[in-house]
């Protein structure tokens, strides 16, 4: 986790959840995730740029961004442990995010109440003794 000046925090499952938000495309956002991924890199080295990551999360309100707090953001982020995050470890990261959100969504849809639901296709319930064999 980043801890900053400012009351906001990084976590890993926040990174990858926002990154989720990524639109996609037919083929699985590869097109997308490297037009996204020209903004950390406008360079075009093939890896994010560092303070181009520190400017992004300090204009993003997490208040300025040490060289430890950065170093943590890479970490996060470097799925190969090269110690530096290139395209195909960003797109490592989208994936973990898609899952992060689908698993969020799916803990939201587990807490919503449940409407009532018939046991059978009729719409009667066997346990009062309205469908076939209930009663002998």
């Known amino acids: 986790m980043v801890k900053t000046s400012n009351t906001r925090r990084v976590t890993h499952s926040q990174i990858a959840t926002d990154l989720a ?25 093939g890896f994010v740029d560092s303070e181009i990551l520190r400017s992004i999360f300090e204009n993003l309100g997490f208040g300025e961004i040490s060289d430890e707090d950065l170093g943590i953001l890479v970490e996060t982020g470097d799925k190969d442990k090269d110690g530096r995050i290139s395209l195909q470890d960003f797109r490592n990261m989208l994936a973990e995010g ?10 939201e849809s587990a807490k919503a109440p449940k409407e009532a639901v018939p ?10 003794g309205g469908g076939e064999g209930g009663g002998d």
Do not use: C
């Open 119 to 128: 046991e059978d296709a009729t719409g009667e319930d066997k346990a009062e």
């Open 98 to 107: 898609e899952k992060a959100a689908a698993t969020a969504s799916s803990t």
């Open 21 to 45: 938000k990524v639109p996609k495309n037919s083929k699985g956002g590869v097109l997308v995730s490297q037009e996204a991924f020209k903004v950390y890199d406008p360079h075009s080295t």
